[in-house]
């Protein structure tokens, strides 16, 4: 019994170090949540497009900067929006996209191998 109640306790604590050693993931940045809104759909179906998209998420990074977010809160956002659009179906070209823009935000899966 006594076993049982430290095991218990053992993988309780675990279980509350890794929610904390996640990485808190920012959707959009307060204040930002329309231009954020924005983006995802500039750079989904069906009104998204490359160009679309590019431009939204160069408006969404210079509102940013402008306003002084700190930039591993910006990357964040970035991070959350690139997996939402993945999600979504933004496509590999979009995906491609922000590898170009913002490779720091991560690789989502989306793309395919080269051939060559």
């Known amino acids: 019994m006594r076993n049982n109640y430290y095991k218990a306790m053992t993988v309780g604590a675990i279980c509350a170090v890794s ?3 996640l990485p808190a993931v920012a959707a959009p940045v307060p204040g930002f949540e329309a231009i954020y809104q924005a983006v995802r759909s500039n750079c989904t179906p069906p009104a998204g497009s490359p160009e679309r998209c590019e431009l939204a998420i160069n ?3 210079r509102a940013l ?3 002084g977010v700190e ?3 910006a ?3 970035f991070t959350a929006l690139r997996a939402e659009v993945a ?3 933004g496509g590999d070209v979009i995906e491609a996209l922000f590898e170009q823009l913002l490779p720091e935000s991560g690789a989502t899966g989306e793309q395919q191998a ?3």
């Open 19 to 21: 929610v904390f050693a």
């Open 59 to 61: 408006a969404y990074a």
């Open 65 to 67: 900067v402008e306003a």
């Open 71 to 73: 930039p591993d809160v």
């Open 75 to 77: 990357l964040r956002s």
């Open 87 to 89: 999600v979504a179906g």
């Open 114 to 116: 080269s051939p060559v």
